[in-house]
């Protein structure tokens, strides 16, 4: 008999939600990894049949249902929020509204996973030419959404776990949400003007990004912060009525490492204006 502390679904190298497709790919990618015919290592023959036992139970509705509800009876309904966290785990940020937080809310998230190469197994070559699948790379990357529901009542910071990721011979991570309950921000008026006040990192006005704010009587709402973004900038909201505008406030670190100092000060040199003739001109 073949054991594993893995369930089948981290087996797999999927969520729980997974749907048949994705369980399928999974598998099929898998399979490709650790087939006797093509992966020599001693344990690769067992981890085929674990593999193959996992398909067979996760790709039947009954008895994927039946799994389910044997995992629920021994972990309990919440074990998936409350798998251990360890040094290489992988924590994704995800913003909600208060009220969300307490009726609970599903969201879409984006991973990177990563897996062996199935053809040249990681080994970057294939036949001594470089590998044509994976371009010499050893590994496949691709982007995948996973849809994961976050419970009622959930806490600022909370972890909710969502499932292996980067899960193949060379990689095995968990993947959790980081819950952070966006206060919610209101509208102010001066004059005939409308805005509402946002603070943002300094990295952040410097490099740009996404920020999610959460408006009174809206939601949450993306905006987006260009690069270079200047201290008391004002940034147009599209919130469907009257002109309203985001304060920009940069906010400057409290404090900095020595490499990050470092990196100031290398920036500031790379700042200075050249002297005449340097690099040609």
Do not use: W
Not at 109 to 135: A, D, R, W
Not at 142 to 147: D, H, P, Q, R, S
């Amino acid at each position: 008999m073949v054991v594993c502390s893995k369930n089948l679904y981290e087996l797999l190298g999927v969520s729980f939600g997974a749907t048949k497709d994705e369980i399928k790919l999974a598998y099929k990618k898998m399979v490709r990894i650790y087939h006797p015919d093509l992966n020599k290592e001693k344990d690769a023959e067992v981890k085929f049949k674990l593999l193959n036992n996992a398909y067979d139970v996760l790709s039947d509705d009954e008895k994927r249902k039946n799994y389910d509800e044997l995992l629920k009876i021994t972990k309990g309904k919440n074990f998936f929020k409350n798998k251990r966290l360890d040094k290489n785990a992988i924590i994704k940020e995800v913003k909600i509204t208060e009220i969300e937080a307490k009726e609970g809310a599903i969201r879409t998230v984006n991973i990177l996973n990563t897996q062996t190469c199935p053809k040249c197994m990681g080994k970057k070559l294939f036949y001594g030419l470089e590998c044509s699948f994976c371009k010499g790379e050893g590994e496949k990357k691709e982007l995948k959404k996973v849809e994961v529901e976050i419970h009622k009542n959930v806490q600022n910071n909370e972890l909710i776990y969502v499932g292996k990721v980067n899960s193949s011979a060379l990689y095995d991570k968990n993947l959790f949400l980081k819950i952070l309950i966006e206060p919610v921000k209101k509208l102010c008026f001066s004059g005939e003007e409308v805005f509402i006040q946002v603070e943002i990192p300094l990295y952040d006005a410097i490099l740009g990004t996404v920020e999610e704010i959460n408006i009174e009587n809206y939601g949450l709402y993306k905006m987006k912060i260009p690069p270079l973004t200047q201290n008391g900038a004002k940034i147009k909201l599209d919130l469907g009525k009257s002109e309203c505008f985001a304060k920009i406030e940069v906010v400057f670190p409290k404090e900095l490492s020595k490499e990050e100092i470092k990196l100031f000060r290398n920036l500031k040199n790379l700042s200075q204006p050249r002297e005449k003739g340097e690099f040609g001109e």
